[in-house]
Structure formats: C-alpha cells, structure tokens
C-alpha cells in the first residue's frame, strides 16, 4: 500500500491510499483470503476483467461466479477496508 497526500484542491487535507496490483508470478495471498483478482493477459481490452476470488488448497483460482471452473488470474491485490457506518 502507498500513502499519499490529496491532490491540493482537495479540502479534507487527509491522505488516500493507492493499493497496487501484485503479479501472481510475484506472489500469492495466503488463508485462502478473498481477494480483488484480474487477468490483463488479453491484448482485447474487453476480455481483460476484475472480481473478487480466491486461491483454493491445490492453487487454483476461483470465485463465485464460476461454479465448476477455474479462472486465470494474472494479478490480485488485498480487499480494501470496508467503508464506515454512519449510524
């Protein structure tokens, strides 16, 4: 995760957080934790796609729209937090 300062013109005066994509060739998460997922491989923007997944025991990675199938993720990155409750 990298922190940085908003942009000037931004009146919270807070910081974000820019969350990078990590390569599967680079690493895998751990737990079977669910994770963003992605497959960049295509040269066809329209079937390059992102969702949410999960590497199984024997490594491979599914999630909940492909019951009986595997998917090909080249590239995973932690959920973020989720947002706050204002009640």
Known sequence: ????????DCDSGGFFI???WIS??????VN???VLV???DSKHKSDQW???GQLNEQGEWSNQFVDDDTILVTHWMP???PPKSNG
């Open 50 to 52: 992102v969702c949410a």
């Open 38 to 40: 992605a497959n960049v």
């Open 18 to 20: 820019f969350m990078e």
């Open 79 to 81: 959920l973020p937090e």
């Open 32 to 34: 079977r934790d669910i």
């Open 1 to 8: 995760l990298t922190f940085n300062p908003l942009p000037p």
């Open 24 to 29: 599967v060739k680079e690493r895998v998460p």
